[in-house]
């Protein structure tokens, strides 16, 4: 199971990079091509599995992203509240987890009974605001945790990565975004 989570995780970020030089109509078909291509296997290997072994696996909420944002359900409010949300997490975690500061809150994802409680805070917050995006995130981290989909056993590794940091950077940079 972690096999194939991976293999789409990456096969999508493949479909994402492409849809990102492609506008108009046509830019799903050519997203949803590379996708198929990507995860093809040619002489044994895919594109995506070179992509997933250089980059490792993308949190269950990036890719949950990457298939909103493909299916185009992803707007400018909704990348700006999730951007706002992945960096103030990448902002706590991050530092402290490299050992800055006494407190790693690393390791709550190994225990996550507290950090399971301040997500459904989160989700709570994001039904009040509107964005569907964030909620479904973190429910399909939450979800993608219990199921074991990801090769990590922590709930951090579904909740966020650098990638998902990254690119929420670019978008409060960039005032939200016009395209994704």
């Not at 995780?9 to 109509?25: D, E, I, S, T, W």
């Not at 949190?59 to 400018?76: C, F």
């Not at 402290?96 to 709570?124: H, K, N, Q």
Request: aromatic share 8%; with cysteine; proline share 3%.
């Amino acid at each position: 199971m972690t096999n194939v989570y991976g293999l789409l995780g990456a096969g999508l970020l493949v479909a994402a990079c492409v849809k990102l030089f492609r506008h108009g109509p046509s830019a799903r078909y050519w997203a949803l091509a590379a996708l198929v291509l990507a995860v093809a296997p040619i002489q044994g290997i895919s594109l995506a599995g070179l992509v997933r072994a250089h980059t490792g696996d993308l949190s269950v909420t990036s890719v949950v992203l990457l298939l909103l944002g493909l299916g185009g359900a992803l707007g400018v409010s909704e990348r700006r509240a999730v951007s706002v949300c992945v960096v103030g997490l990448a902002a706590f975690l991050y530092p402290m987890a490299l050992g800055i500061g006494r407190f790693d809150p690393y390791r709550l994802g190994y225990e996550p009974r507290i950090l399971l409680g301040g997500l459904a805070l989160v989700v709570a917050w994001s039904l009040m605001r509107g964005t569907r995006a964030l909620m479904v995130g973190l429910v399909g981290a939450v979800a993608g945790f219990g199921l074991g989909v990801h090769e990590s056993v922590n709930l951090w590794d579904y909740v966020i990565d650098p990638w998902l940091t990254i690119w929420a950077l670019v978008q409060l940079w960039r005032g939200g975004g016009a395209d994704a």
